[in-house]
């Protein structure tokens, strides 16, 4: 279980293509504060259906978008 399963779950429940997140909005759904780690992280999120599109360090925001290869947990 990885300690971005929360943000991977509210990611998943969304109906759009594309979901723009702010860090802080992020680090409200994680509980925690997003970091580093977080570039290595990104990749379990193709098994919910989903990639990181883009990362803004100026916007501080993070674009993902459907990958449409969601797979079994």
């Given at each position: ?40 992280y ?17 916007q501080?925001?993070?674009r ?5 290869q969601?797979?079994?947990?």
């Amino acid at each position: 279980m990885s300690k971005y399963n929360p943000l991977w779950t509210y990611i998943q429940g969304q109906s759009g293509q594309t979901l723009l997140l702010r860090f802080a909005e992020i680090e409200t759904i994680c509980g925690l504060p997003i970091d580093h780690s977080f570039l290595q992280y990104k990749k379990e999120l193709l098994a919910y259906g989903w990639q990181v599109e883009r990362i803004s360090m100026k916007q501080q925001t993070v674009r993902f978008r459907k990958s449409g290869q969601e797979t079994q947990r």
